[in-house]
């Protein structure tokens, strides 16, 4: 096969802001899209149609370029490309001139039939983090990885490809940062220096266009709120979906759900989700209910509701071929499935049977799909999971002539996912009258978080997947999805009431909390495991309830930047060699305040590695010196939390569902530091969108060591808080003698090391003096 080269710039112009470059083998198209973000499309195709399933924006009408015979230059407030004319290759650089990315002198972009790579150069101290949904080390360096969205049953921890596509990745180096998203959603491939003698990396993809966006903000932060901003952000979720949720394959009734239901409040454990698989359908039919097990849904969700659970149901893309049920003959009338080129309607085998495939690339069908959600929304159904949608079909080799209208499987797959979770949300929101619907998918690609929470498929449960599944989930959240999770306890195969127990523990600190198995396995519910287990588990649901306003202070965060709830410690830390460290790789920010160290549950003590700063042990008001590695005890009863000095975080009381009234007291746990340090604090009613309208309560919690204050900016926003009092406790403190609030004196009571006081929750401005 012949290897093509990208050629020499025989013209250079200017048209509607983009630079067009054309040499002898395809036409360059660069673009500016904000100071920190620039595009490059190269394309032997060239079209006047610019569509992106991910991208959300425009790009400038205008840049700054200059020329001269050999290069020509692009320059914004925070980035310079240097473009060489001949050979024509592309140089990033901070506008200070420090090299970020470059393409390797020798060869750059390359085409081999309609396969197109881009041959960059390869750092010395290069580390790669990113790709999302993808198994292996933090720092992808040494390694390859394919993207094609695939049903990856019983995938081990070296699997490769998983579920997504997320063809985006960080690198660093040489103290600087850069980010890279080739948008192309045909089978691609990424090499971080697997094979190339350390001289280049390199990325690609079978068909399309190279076509990529630079990142050029010099902290991963910063990289991540431009991507986001690109691709869009999540919408603020459901509260009740941050609760715990029960899930199995399957509750095979109603009754056997209500059971389960009924055994959490009489149990006192907390919860808010349950979960019904495929067997509440009518023979895995779409949009149905079996009569003989599900015979009345509105009865059973009428009593969920009446224990404040939420119900969700699983939803499949396949329409089973049977005429006189609904969906199949609308959707053969209208045209709504995939074909042969022949025209022919493309069947496959599902858990229906022979089934069809909704073209969900298409407005009309999408809207379709949207408004028969009915069938569940009608009896209360407030939540929706799309499994199967990568797509997957029995064989797993869908074939590449399959069509979606002017779209073949190749072009499209690793969108597929992403499309279907577009029409399930648009129609739910519409169904459900400024209710927030929730939204999980298992097949992925960017700009996924618009529209739906995501989780890692079906895992296996043994201590290496938990661990696996905390850096796919710190993983997923540098591809700018922030609502992730994983099957607690492992979906495949049988847990040991010490794997079950630490999972959950470390499930508290995961955005989605969500128990799920397989059929055939054992049961998953909290009170399963014996009593010493159960109280436990009990015991650390509970203090997920207690996170709640921490938790969803940090999901507004990632609605406004993009940055994730679970992050890597590489986002903080990115130039801190040892949190790429495989002992320490596993390890995780909750937010901004609290470090997590998963370990596993055969061991009780364990090597923690605290960066810069100083630290105290969640469970002990310990502190700690960071920059350093300590040991560490890790009971099954207490998995090694700390939190960040001067962290503040908000709590409340205990409560068994989100929808209870709790006893009405903000706990505002600050720790102390020298550094001054402020945190975000935001409410709203938790289940509509009138938060866009002003409906929300929002404040700014600021903590001055050097002046001995702490203040809480006055509310934002319309919205009443839920809580009338502030109980401010200070960790960490020498003795605090007094607390004035605006003034007045409050009395402080002392607990071992710590100091607290009640107090009224004004809404304006509050300047407490300690």
Not at 211 to 236: C, H, K, P, S
Not at 298 to 314: C, G, P, Q, R
Not at 321 to 343: H, M, Q
Not at 548 to 573: C, E, K, N, V, W
Request: proline share 4%.
């Amino acid at each position: 096969m012949q290897t093509e080269f990208l050629g020499k710039a025989l013209s250079v112009t200017e048209r509607g802001g983009k630079l067009i470059i054309k040499t002898i083998a395809a036409e360059a198209q660069v673009s500016v899209y904000s100071p920190t973000i620039i595009r490059v499309n190269i394309t032997k195709k060239h079209t006047s149609v610019d569509s992106s399933f991910a991208v959300m924006q425009k790009p400038l009408k205008k840049h700054n370029c200059n020329q001269t015979k050999d290069i020509i230059e692009i320059t914004t407030s925070e980035l310079k490309v240097t473009i060489n004319k001949s050979p024509l290759r592309f140089t990033f650089s901070t506008i200070g001139g420090q090299v970020l990315s470059e393409d390797d002198s020798r060869f750059g972009t390359t085409w081999q039939g309609e396969k197109v790579t881009s041959y960059r150069k390869l750092f010395a101290d290069e580390k790669f983090i990113g790709l999302g949904e993808k198994t292996g080390n933090l720092d992808r360096r040494g390694t390859a990885y394919v993207n094609w969205n695939t049903d990856a049953s019983e995938h081990g921890i070296k699997t490769d490809p998983l579920y997504k596509t997320f063809p985006f990745f960080i690198g660093i180096h040489s103290g600087a940062t850069y980010g890279l998203f080739m948008d192309n959603t045909h089978k691609s491939f990424f090499d971080f220096g697997a094979t190339t003698d350390e001289q280049m990396s390199w990325f690609g993809a079978e068909g399309g266009d190279m076509n990529y966006y630079f990142f050029g903000a010099q902290t991963v932060a910063g990289i991540l709120q431009d991507f986001t901003w690109l691709t869009g952000r999540m919408e603020m979720p459901p509260l009740w979906s941050l609760g715990y949720q029960q899930c199995r394959w399957s509750y095979m009734s109603a009754k056997e759900v209500l059971k389960v239901a009924h055994t959490f409040r009489k149990k006192q454990i907390p919860a808010d989700v349950l979960y019904c698989d495929i067997d509440y359908m009518d023979n895995y039919k779409i949009f149905t209910w079996d009569k003989k097990t599900f015979p009345e849904p509105k009865a059973m969700l009428d009593e969920l509701k009446a224990m404040d659970f939420k119900l969700v149901t699983i939803v499949d893309p396949g329409i089973k071929v049977e005429e006189g049920y609904k969906e199949y003959d609308e959707g053969v009338a209208n045209k709504y499935f995939a074909t042969y080129p022949n025209g022919e309607n493309y069947v496959a085998n599902v858990w229906p049977g022979r089934c069809h495939f909704p073209d969900f690339y298409r407005a009309d069908v999408r809207e379709w799909w949207g408004k028969a959600f009915t069938a569940l929304t009608e009896p209360g159904v407030d939540g929706f999971w799309n499994d199967m949608n990568e797509p997957a079909a029995w064989g797993q080799n869908i074939p590449d002539i399959v069509q979606f209208g002017k779209y073949t499987m190749p072009e499209v797959r690793n969108a597929y996912g992403l499309e279907m979770a577009r029409a399930t949300y648009d129609g739910t929101k519409k169904l459900l009258n400024n209710k927030r619907p929730f939204v999980l998918t298992r097949a992925a690609y960017p700009g996924v978080q618009r529209y739906s929470a995501v989780w890692t498929g079906d895992n296996s449960a043994y201590d290496a997947h938990m661990l696996l599944g905390q850096r796919l989930v710190n993983s997923i959240g540098l591809a700018g999805v922030a609502f992730t999770g994983v099957d607690i306890g492992g979906f495949t195969g049988n847990p040991t009431p010490e794997l079950m127990v630490r999972w959950n523990s470390l499930g508290v600190y995961t955005p989605m909390f969500r128990n799920h198995a397989c059929i055939g396995t054992i049961y998953r519910e909290p009170w399963r495991w014996g009593k010493k287990n159960e109280a436990i588990i009990k015991k650390d649901i509970e203090y997920r309830y207690c996170l709640l306003p921490y938790i969803y202070s940090g999901f507004y965060q990632s609605h406004q930047t993009g940055l994730p709830l679970s992050r890597t410690l590489a986002i903080d830390h990115s130039h801190d060699t040892k949190v790429y460290d495989a002992h320490y790789q596993n390890q995780f920010m909750f937010g901004d305040g609290m470090l997590v160290a998963p370990v596993v549950s055969t061991e009780h003590q364990a090597k923690v590695y605290l960066p810069k700063g100083h630290w105290y042990r969640l469970s002990t008001g310990e502190p700690f010196k960071g920059g350093k590695v300590i040991n560490a005890d890790a009971p099954l009863t207490d998995l090694p939390v700390f939190v960040k000095a001067g962290a503040i975080i908000p709590m409340q009381g205990g409560v068994q569902s989100t929808a209870a009234h709790g006893d009405g007291i903000l706990r505002l746990h600050i720790w102390f530091d020298k550094k001054a340090n402020s945190f975000t604090y935001y409410e709203d009613d938790g289940t509509t969108y009138n938060y866009q309208k002003g409906t929300y309560y929002k404040r700014t919690m600021a903590f001055e060591p050097s002046r001995k204050q702490i203040t809480l900016s006055a509310v934002e926003g319309n919205y009443e808080s839920r809580f009338g009092q502030v109980k401010l406790v200070l960790h960490g403190f020498e003795k605090v003698k007094h607390i004035e609030v605006n003034g007045e004196v409050l009395k402080v009571e002392h607990k071992k090391h710590d100091a607290f006081l009640v107090m009224p929750n004004y809404r304006n401005e509050m300047v407490i003096k300690y």
